[in-house]
């Protein structure tokens, strides 16, 4: 489920205790919009302002309703949710284990007896094309959660490449990730 039993992940702090990792799974959504290649972003409403993959944390099984309690349905839930346009995951990109000091310097201990996070990137495809092109045009009318995402937009396959080159997505997973697909991997 969201945690992963996790043995000392290396990291900045020797000291982090064994613990677990914070399943998470993120989308490249590659996408031809007005006659470009290119890919879809979006932006959280957060202080850091950056661009970011779709996606989000494997949540706990809270009942049969529970709807992203594995990476797959993780994906295609959150996807839903953050950009109102059903998508379908297609493949594995690849797996990142992030430390916890990486995104939090100087940390003492593990965060809620989590130690890294655990990220699993997948490729995907809008079920309906056009649909995700009105969305670019008129994000409003699609996000489901303003109040956490503050735009979906279209990067050109040289913008994202630069964005992924320059380590400027959201969290520092994604960047790597990103790289594997935009090298071919």
Do not use: W
């Not at 059903?86 to 995104?103: F, K, Q, Y």
């Not at 396959?157 to 320059?166: G, K, L």
Request: hydrophobic share 40%.
């Amino acid at each position: 489920f969201m945690e992963i039993p996790i043995a000392r992940v290396p990291g900045n702090d020797s000291r982090l205790p064994f613990g677990y990792g914070m399943n998470v799974a993120n989308i490249i959504l590659p996408h031809r919009h007005k006659g470009r290649e290119g890919f879809i972003v979006i932006e959280n409403r957060d202080k850091l302002g950056r661009k970011a993959l779709i996606g989000g944390k494997v949540e706990s099984l809270q009942g049969l309703d529970s709807a992203s309690i594995d990476c797959v349905s993780c994906v295609v839930q959150e996807g839903t949710e953050e950009i109102g346009v059903p998508i379908l995951p297609v493949s594995i990109i690849g797996s990142a284990l992030t430390p916890l000091d990486v995104l939090h310097p100087g940390a003492q201990s593990a965060i809620n007896g989590r130690n890294s996070i655990l990220s699993t990137c997948f490729l995907a495809r809008a079920r309906n094309p056009r649909q995700l092109d009105e969305a670019i045009e008129d994000p409003g009318k699609y996000i489901q959660e303003p109040d956490k995402i503050a735009g979906i937009y279209f990067l050109p396959t040289d913008e994202f490449a630069a964005v992924v080159q320059n380590g400027q997505l959201r969290t520092p997973d994604m960047s790597p990730l990103s790289r594997l697909f935009l090298n071919g991997a």
